[in-house]
Structure formats: structure tokens, C-alpha cells
């Protein structure tokens, strides 16, 4: 199992602000993940967008990153301030 | 020093804690940002704030560590709320206590620049208009600025 985290507008998106899921054995890395994720929220996308970043267990990475069950990944659209 | 809650921020009370915590120093500026009551998407009636914990907290907290270093302060003091506010709610408090004053304002202005531009927060605005969330424009991100203090960590 994997904790996803969607934030701002992406939990709009995704119609949630978070879950938790077992990836298919076919994700196994960021890129994979937001294809994957991307086409099951028919999000036309809005994940797959460069500005939108990835953080791994609370560290932002750089796509492919690789992602295990047990991790928490959130999808982080640029941030607004405060 | 810190602080991210959902919790009411009272400015007054929060200086005069501060006031009381720092003792002796030179001066104090402090800075109170509220929520406003019209944006340019329409009458605000209500401000939503996200953030993400600990991440937001660590940044805000280097931000914290990068101004002690610039300025000689004798007490810092941030308090950013989270959540659903109204127009008039108190979203932020920012406090700087220095020797001199130059020292504090300038400590104070920066907290805040990074306050309300680099912070890890997420903001929907509920208007007459509808809903919105608010993101930077394209190129304010291109240098991709935004993440340098996450990032470093």
C-alpha cells in the first residue's frame, strides 16, 4: 500500500485529498505513477504537468524516482504562498 | 517560534507574549496580514489555506534560520494559520525584536516575502464568483525559485 496525497487543485481532480491504494506491478517510479494515476482520474494531464512536483515520503524528487509500497507520495501543484 | 494551526491567531495577544518572551531588546516590529474581503475574482467569503506537514513547517523554519543569520535578532516569532477564515480573520503574524531597528524591519519584510510567496501553502479562494485556487503565473515559477529552500534541505 501507498498513501497518496493530492493538493490544491489536484484534489479537485482527483476527488480527494488522499488515499490509500496498492499500486499494479507495472508502477514502480514517479513517471509510472502519474501515468498511471493521470489516466485513471482522466485527468487529461493535470498530473503529468511539469510544474506539478512530486514528494516522496515528505522529500521532493525528481522524476523517475522510484516508489515502494509504504511510501507516502504527494502531488504538489506549484504553491500559492500564504 | 513557530507555528502552523487552524486555531484563531490573536496579533495582540501574540505580541504581548512576545514582548514578555524577548525581555530587554531595542525594538520590536511586528506584522499582521489579514484576510481580505474582495480579490480580483470577487467578494471573498472565505480564504482556504493548505498546508503540508512537516514540510511547510521546514520551510518555514529555514526561512526562519536564513533571516537569524542575516540580521542580529533577539527574538523571532512566526504564526501562520490554516484552514477556512473569513475576511478580517488574522492569517499570519509575523514578529522581528533587534537592538536597532533597521535590523528588525528589514528581518520582519523578509519573513514575510517568504511568507507569501515561497511558503508550502496551497490557497482557494470561495467568492460570489465561484471558486478558485490561486497559483503563481507561469513565469513566476520558471527558474523554478519556488522550490530552492525545500530543496536544499
Known amino acids: ?82 | 517560534m513557530m507555528t502552523v494551526s487552524a486555531d484563531p491567531i490573536d496579533a495582540g495577544a501574540a505580541l504581548s507574549a512576545f514582548e514578555t518572551d524577548i525581555g530587554g531588546a531595542g525594538g520590536i516590529v511586528s506584522f499582521t496580514g489579514r484576510v481580505r474581503p474582495d480579490s480580483k475574482h470577487g467578494s471573498v467569503a472565505t480564504l482556504h489555506l493548505q498546508a503540508y506537514s512537516p514540510m511547510t513547517e521546514r520551510g518555514i523554519e529555514q526561512a526562519i534560520a536564513q533571516t537569524e543569520k542575516r540580521w542580529p535578532l533577539s527574538g523571532l516569532k512566526v504564526i501562520h494559520r490554516i484552514g477556512d477564515m473569513a475576511p478580517g480573520d488574522t492569517v499570519v503574524f509575523v514578529a522581528a525584536a533587534a537592538m536597532h531597528r533597521r535590523d528588525a524591519f528589514e528581518a520582519a519584510d523578509f519573513l514575510m516575502d517568504y511568507l507569501k510567496t515561497n511558503a508550502i501553502f496551497w490557497k482557494k479562494e470561495v467568492t460570489d464568483q465561484g471558486v478558485v485556487w490561486i497559483e503563481p503565473r507561469p513565469q513566476d515559477y520558471e527558474e523554478n525559485a519556488r522550490w530552492a529552500l525545500t530543496e536544499d534541505a
Open chain 1, 1 to 82: 500500500m501507498v498513501q497518496l496525497l493530492y493538493f490544491g487543485r489536484l484534489s479537485d481532480v482527483a476527488g480527494k485529498s488522499e488515499e490509500a491504494l496498492t499500486l499494479p506491478e507495472t508502477v514502480t517510479t514517479t513517471t509510472e505513477l502519474r501515468s498511471w494515476l493521470d489516466l485513471r482520474f482522466e485527468a487529461e494531464g493535470a498530473l503529468l504537468e511539469p510544474t506539478v512536483r512530486l514528494a516522496v515520503n515528505n522529500e521532493i524528487v525528481f522524476d523517475p524516482h522510484p516508489v515502494r509500497g509504504g511510501d507516502e507520495i504527494a502531488f504538489m501543484p506549484p504553491v500559492g504562498g500564504g
